[in-house]
């Protein structure tokens, strides 16, 4: 659900820095579907990547035999990233605060982590570079925090959040996100349980709908090419 | 100017204990070869860079030839974190912390030809904890251009850096092609470097994509076909040469900081 609604909205010609995970089967459901003509970016330096299956890591050579063109990554970041020729950049996260910054280093102190997370990869480059920043993450108390243990990431652009629940954009005056839709079956009451800040719902909160048929199968087709699909 | 050597060799001749060695190289281009040659000499106290770690990573880990890791983002795709080398790689990650999180993204820019020549520091537009919180403990510079804040962070400057590539001819001069990743960049910007190679040919031929790394920045070519797969024998060869070299059975190093100065003590050796 997570990914058809993100795929819905990239726009067809929409450049998209693209992570493995949810991010890379939104982009290629939103290809496969009504805009087949989006750019896929994958920071390991393939430009205009036409997978067809999901690729298992962002160095699969998948990408690499269908890209337009294949470059460094200091040119990936330094002559395409940060010259602003992306407009969509997807990011994960272990944490998000109510102004879409995000944590993806440490969970606890600095110094003395609880856990140690991965790390940000290209993240910090991508939230400052992109003109939006669409984040995929489940929305739980864990993830959804008043007070960030660490900013990895600065959320100024980030335009969409989407979540298991529904989805959150920024207020254009305040930056703080709030909830605009709800996935069916899921209450605005359901949002806030799961939001560790005070959540703030639009007055004119819709219902995302349901995955259609054609998405369905879009989506059913990359997996199956993909054997399980669900790489990161 | 490159001399063509065994891959033991360059690595006993280039590989010093206590070194800063980045392998890098993307999926087809991983040097796993090397890597698993360097366990197999038993180095030990390697600061280890790497954009993204990968196994080859958990294996010198877990073989325990790493003291530090500095990388951009800690996982293995589908893999996530293996099993017990990986186990050490989150207790060597715990450990230093310090050297990674939001910015210290290792990706190669602004690394110059080496040799005499001062590292570059890389202007970066990022903000957030990392870039004025923790990193680089004292070795960044911060500066606001057109009011914008920046972040000039010291390049990384490998003792050794070692790729893996396709082709090299006979005198040294090797190609690669697929994702480039950044190994042209850790070739040039490393004191010494290792290129472990398909094959040795007459003469490269140009390929769309490819690049060229001119024998005479490359210290030394080995042939390694097959140099980027993993090869679990080939560690278990290299941990029977261990013990029958009287190291007795590897064990992960005490986790201890670099820099005992910034230590908060995590390491529990103060």
């Known amino acids: 659900m997570m990914a058809v609604e993100a795929a819905r909205w990239l726009h067809d010609g929409a450049v998209c820095f693209v992570g493995i995970g949810l991010p ?26 036409k997978p067809e299956h999901l690729p298992l890591s962002i160095g699969d050579g998948e990408l690499a035999e269908t890209a ?27 944490q998000i605060d109510r102004f879409g910054n995000l944590n993806s280093t440490v969970i606890g102190e600095y110094e003395h982590p ?92 819709r219902e995302t709908e349901c995955p259609s048929r054609e998405e369905l199968v879009a989506l059913r087709a990359l997996k199956t090419a993909s054997g399980d699909g669900d790489g990161r | 100017v490159a001399e063509i050597v065994s891959l033991g060799d360059a690595v006993e001749g280039l590989v010093r204990d206590g070194d800063v060695v980045a392998l890098e190289g993307f999926t087809h281009l991983i040097p796993h070869a090397a890597g698993h040659e360097i366990v197999r000499r038993g180095r030990r106290d390697l600061a280890l860079i790497r954009m993204t770690p990968d196994v080859v990573y958990d294996q010198l880990i877990g073989m325990g030839c790493a003291r530090k890791l500095v990388f951009s983002w800690g996982g293995n795709p589908r893999r996530r974190l293996a099993a017990p080398p990986a186990r050490r790689r989150r207790e060597l990650l715990a450990a230093t912390a310090r050297a990674r999180g939001t910015f210290p993204r290792w990706d190669g820019g602004g690394v110059r030809r080496r040799r005499g020549q001062p590292p570059v520091r890389r202007p970066a537009r990022v903000r957030g904890d990392g870039a004025r919180r923790t990193h680089f403990h004292g070795r960044s510079d911060h500066m606001s251009v057109h009011g914008e804040e920046l972040a000039a962070v010291p390049a990384h400057r490998p003792d050794v850096g070692v790729i893996h590539a396709q082709q090299a001819d006979r005198v040294g001069n090797v190609q690669l092609w697929g994702i480039p990743g ?89």
């Open chain 2, 182 to 270: 950044v190994q042209k960049e850790v070739v040039l910007a490393s004191q010494r470097s290792i290129a472990t190679v398909e094959e040795i040919v007459d003469v490269l031929e140009p390929r769309p994509g490819g690049v060229v790394l001119p024998g005479w920045v490359v210290d030394a070519v080995a042939v390694a076909p097959g140099g980027s797969l993993v090869r679990a024998r080939v560690l278990r060869a290299g941990q029977r040469l261990l013990r029958a070299l009287g190291r007795g059975q590897p064990r992960p190093r005490p986790l201890h900081c670099v820099d005992a100065a910034a230590c908060a003590g995590h390491c529990g050796r103060r």
């Open chain 1, 24 to 49: 890379s089967l939104a982009c290629n459901l939103a290809r496969a579907t009504h805009a087949p003509r989006c750019v896929l970016i994958y920071e390991s330096g393939t430009i205009g990547a």
């Open chain 1, 114 to 205: 609880r856990v140690r997370l991965p790390g940000g990869g290209g993240a910090p480059e991508i939230a400052r570079s992109c003109r939006d920043v669409f984040v995929m993450l489940r929305q739980s108390r864990r993830a959804f925090v008043e007070q960030l243990d660490f900013r990895s990431s600065v959320g100024e652009r980030v335009s969409l959040v989407v979540t298991d629940l529904g989805v959150l954009e920024p207020d254009p005056v305040s930056r703080e996100l709030v909830l605009t839709h709800i996935h069916r079956g899921v209450s605005a009451d359901d949002a806030r349980a799961a939001t560790g800040w005070e959540l703030q719902v639009a007055p004119d909160l």
């Open chain 1, 68 to 94: 337009d063109a294949v470059v460094s990554v200091p040119e990936i970041f330094s002559y395409w990233l940060q010259a602003g020729r992306v407009d969509v950049g997807f990011l994960g996260a272990a």
